[in-house]
């Protein structure tokens, strides 16, 4: 017997989070920081801004811990359509495959498991 989630669940599409594992290259490492800021500033954002709406990130640098991963791009899309439309935008631009390299993209939606089966979200919290 398949489960379903509730309906008021099910009317609203929860967001789309999407874990991008890259690596910097040697072109994005000849830079200095300014033009970095700058290449980020007028080649991605614009890409960004002008092929979807809904979309948040946030950058985590890991290159202290990892070789084979360098940073993760944190991308949040209200939904399935703008984070296609994400992608697209930004394989336009020199970021993809040029300045960074794809490792892997971790894609998925927050506690799903928990709106699949009608259940509370199991989450911890401490202060």
């Known amino acids: 017997m398949q489960e379903t989630a509730p309906a008021d669940a099910q009317e609203a599409a929860p967001p789309v989070t999407a874990f991008m594992l890259v690596k910097?290259?040697?072109e994005w490492l000849a830079m200095t920081p300014e033009e970095r800021v700058?290449?980020?500033?007028?080649e991605v954002v614009p890409a960004v801004e002008a092929r979807t709406t809904g979309v948040r990130s946030?950058?985590?640098d890991t290159e202290f811990y990892s070789t084979r991963v360098t940073d993760v791009w944190v991308w949040e899309a209200d939904d399935h359509h703008a984070y296609q439309l994400l992608v697209d935008a930004l394989r336009e631009t020199p970021f993809w495959d040029r300045y960074f390299t794809v490792v892997d993209l971790l894609v998925g939606t927050e506690n799903g498991y928990a709106r699949t089966y009608g259940t509370?979200?199991?989450a911890t919290l401490t202060t």
């Open 120 to 122: 509370e979200a199991v």
């Open 58 to 60: 946030r950058f985590y």
């Open 24 to 26: 910097t290259t040697p």
């Open 38 to 42: 700058r290449a980020f500033s007028t």
